[in-house]
């Protein structure tokens, strides 16, 4: 029998440090932002390559937040980019570890709002998961954060800065000095977009982020350890691949447009038929191998054998895996987790067919940090229970 731990709770004190008036944050400008950032303040033009790439490389390299200590850098030069911009990161508010080692961070940003970042180690990897907006505009009836209205989109540096401030948790910046070679095994491999929002309704933020966290003298994550996951957002799909070029992962859960209207109403507005289209030309765009469908198993709603066979008939011809989550439950959540037996029944379909099924194991639910639990509690715009019910329509 297992024994239950309590989670452990631990509250980052962070002091609030003062500010120059009008100072510019420069984490989340990309390069060519950087330039011009770099120019209004005097930089010569023909330096502004050469002071990109040192600024690049003590912010995102070595994760140097202090101007004073980019020591190859002049000192006046020092001065002058101290007094005009900053390097700062959203704050953490508050840090849970779970039994199983999974860490969730409660970030605050600007205007007071809170975001979740859970990152989740595994034996081979430790994964990020990233939050793209406050809240989400759509409302899949089985997601705790689709039940937060929107409040905002974050900006590219509230996106990178997620990746950063776990970086400073895990104590995994190089040391001053090393070079941007590859070094070793990272405890944050990998990033998944797949905390709260619809990454593809914030396409400018979510994009210029992932430039920064891909660049090669930076946080130099591969495009093929970055995995976006849209619920559906058509027209985006495309340029995704033509402008970010990660991984993709879309949010299916069911195998008729009538069940899926209900649980990703998106799906009202592109549905299964033009969505399955977009993913077919996805691999090609960006050149990548294949698609993961996500898969949320929920009892007696999209868990049959008949809806197993119909999965596998509609990807047919598309480079997929299949990832069968386990419904997370949530206070007032209208669905229950399908038994194990049927996952695996429904699992064994999909393996004979030929495409990987692996069962996502839920991690951290111990302190909501599993899929769709996420939500941060701070936010009184809420729906109702009776506002989630009529969406689910049950
Ligand atoms: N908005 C994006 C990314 C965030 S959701 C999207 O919808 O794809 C990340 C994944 O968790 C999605 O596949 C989502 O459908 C799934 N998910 C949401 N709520 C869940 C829940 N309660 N249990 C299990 N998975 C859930
Ligand atoms: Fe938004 Fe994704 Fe949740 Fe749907 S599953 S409500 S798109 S975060």
Same mark, same amino acid.
């Given at each position: 029998m297992s024994q239950i731990q309590a989670p452990i709770t631990q509250d980052v004190l962070t002091i609030p440090r003062k500010l120059p008036e009008g100072a510019r944050n420069l984490v989340g400008l990309t390069r060519p932002l950087l330039r011009e950032a770099l120019i209004e303040i005097g930089t010569p033009e023909k330096q502004a390559k050469m002071r990109v790439n040192q600024l690049w490389q003590w912010i995102y390299h070595w994760g140097v937040r202090d101007f004073a200590q980019m020591t190859n850098l002049a000192k006046d030069f020092r001065a002058n980019l101290a007094e005009n911009f900053t390097i700062e990161l959203p704050e953490i508010v508050s840090k849970n570890v779970s039994a199983d080692g999974t860490r969730k961070y409660l970030v605050k940003i600007a205007g007071g709002h809170e975001v979740e970042v859970v990152y989740i180690p595994e034996t081979d990897r430790g994964t990020l998961c990233v939050s =793209?907006?406050? +809240? $989400? /505009? @759509? /409302? $899949? =009836? &089985?997601? *705790?954060? +689709?039940t937060q209205k929107l409040v905002r989109n974050l900006t590219p540096g509230e996106i990178v800065g997620q990746i950063m401030l776990v970086r400073d948790d895990l104590g995994e910046w190089p040391e001053p000095g090393t070079g941007t070679g590859e070094n070793g095994p990272r405890l944050l491999s990998n990033i998944v977009l797949m905390g709260m929002g619809e990454p593809l309704y914030n396409f400018e933020g979510v994009r210029d982020a992932m430039k920064i966290a891909m660049d090669g003298e930076g946080i !130099? @994550? =591969? #495009? #093929?350890r970055i995995t976006l996951s849209t619920s559906g957002v058509v027209p985006e799909i495309a340029r995704a691949a033509e402008e970010i070029g990660c991984l993709l992962a879309v949010s &299916? *859960? !069911?195998? /008729?447009d009538e069940v899926r209207d209900k649980l990703v109403p998106i799906n009202k507005r592109w549905n299964i038929e033009t969505l399955l289209d977009a993913l077919r030309e996805y691999p090609r765009l960006s050149n990548s191998e294949r698609i993961t469908f996500e898969y949320v198993m929920l009892k007696g709603v999209n868990d049959s054998d008949e809806d197993a066979r119909r999965l596998v008939r509609l990807i047919k011809g598309i480079p997929a895996k299949i990832n069968l989550i386990p419904f997370n439950e949530w206070p007032g959540s209208p669905y229950e987790r399908s038994d194990w037996s049927r996952i695996e029944a429904f699992a064994d379909i999909v393996h004979k067919a030929g495409y990987a099924s692996p069962i996502r194991t839920p991690r951290g639910e111990d302190i909501m940090a599993a899929c769709g639990q996420l939500k941060s509690a701070t936010e009184r715009a809420r729906k109702s229970r009776a506002e989630i019910a009529k969406e689910a329509g049950v």
């Open positions: =793209s907006q406050v +809240g $989400c /505009t @759509l /409302t $899949c =009836s &089985f997601c *705790h954060t +689709g !130099a @994550l =591969s #495009r #093929r &299916f *859960h !069911a195998t /008729t």
